[in-house]
């Protein structure tokens, strides 16, 4: 059975968006070979014409690049997008942790008030927006008190920065602090048919509490796509190329786990992709999943599967698919 787009709250703030998100960190090209601006343009464009609101990205996706080609993107549009973008990744100061170089560049973990203020401005004026609907720190900094940073989104919420505040790449203790804090309404994690440590810590936290969890990696870096098969070449700087998880062996067992569910798409008239994120959305606790495109034709099979709605049936065939051909998977 198919439908309208599926949307949903972002926690208690009283934001909408669709539930299939445009996650646009390829779009940054960094550790994904590079980007294409028009097809990015195009891409996002494509993405709200087909219902999808949600766009996430990130100041770090190609230090401010793919800030930048979702601002340009949205130009004349910006009333269509819900607009989700983070903070805590930095180079503008060697303050926090260090994390990693990018363009030679240090980026360091930093949460402190002052950054937070000076990044927002950053990227409202990347974005060309004067407002962020959902405000994410992205990773934690351990040299800043969770409460110190949450006092500086709560006073860019009330100056009508900022629409909702949520939290990324969180440990258990992290999401309890930010709960006690007050005002969180999502976090963005990891998740997918092959990683699904947040159900036993994270998703019993979130559940009660009102807060919405934004998966990324949904189709596990397109593991899960259906279309990566043990032939498949990677190039230049894509973090895939060296990554385990990409094994032939892996890649052959995911291609069997998508043979397996094959009927069930077939019966919805959809592709692989599209089982696996609609079946990520019916998961309890998961109330968005964030898919990367980088073309029109990838924003529009991404956005049909918010459309999908799988029944009791599907579901079994694609437990039993995921217990049988992805549970033995090598890490």
């Known amino acids: 059975m198919s439908g309208q787009q599926l949307m949903r709250e972002i926690g208690r703030s009283g934001v909408v968006a669709s539930a299939v998100g445009l996650g646009t960190w390829a779009i940054g090209g960094w550790m994904w ?46 009333d269509k997008a819900v607009i989700a973008t983070k903070c805590g990744l930095v180079w503008h100061t060697d303050k926090g942790k260090h994390f990693f170089d990018q363009d030679r560049k240090p980026v360091h973990r ?60 969180v440990s258990a203790a992290e999401l309890e602090t930010y709960i006690s804090a007050g005002g969180l309404d999502a976090i963005q994690e990891r998740f997918s048919m092959v990683d699904r440590e947040i159900e036993a810590d994270l998703l019993p936290l979130t559940r009660p509490n009102g807060i ?46 998508a043979a397996a569910i094959g009927p069930v798409a077939g019966k919805h008239g959809a592709s692989v992709a599209q089982i696996v994120i609609a079946w990520t959305l019916a998961q309890p606790g998961v109330t968005f999943a964030l898919c990367g495109a980088r073309n029109p034709a990838q924003a529009l099979d991404n956005a049909r599967a918010g459309t999908i709605r799988l029944d009791p049936d599907d579901h079994s065939a694609i437990d039993a698919a995921i217990a049988t051909k992805l549970t033995a998977m090598d890490r």
């Open 212 to 257: 919405s969890t934004l998966s990324y990696s949904s189709l596990a870096l397109g593991l899960l796509s259906g279309t990566v098969g043990p032939d498949r070449a990677f190039s230049g700087d894509d973090q895939r190329r060296d990554n385990p998880r990409f094994s032939i062996s892996n890649r052959e067992k995911a291609m069997a786990f």
């Open 33 to 78: 070979g590079g980007t294409d601006e028009a097809e990015s343009i195009a891409a996002i464009q494509a993405s709200l014409d087909a219902g999808v609101t949600l766009i996430d990205t990130a100041p770090a996706y190609g230090l401010g690049r793919s800030e930048e080609i979702v601002g340009k993107a949205l130009k004349g549009r910006r």
């Open 110 to 169: 930093y949460l402190g008030r002052d950054a937070i203020l000076y990044e927002v401005e950053e990227s409202l004026r990347r974005l060309g927006t004067d407002h962020i609907d959902l405000y994410i720190t992205h990773w934690q900094d351990p040299t800043t008190p969770i409460e110190e940073t949450m006092r500086a989104l709560e006073e860019l919420k009330a100056a009508g920065k900022i629409r909702a505040i949520g939290a990324s790449n």
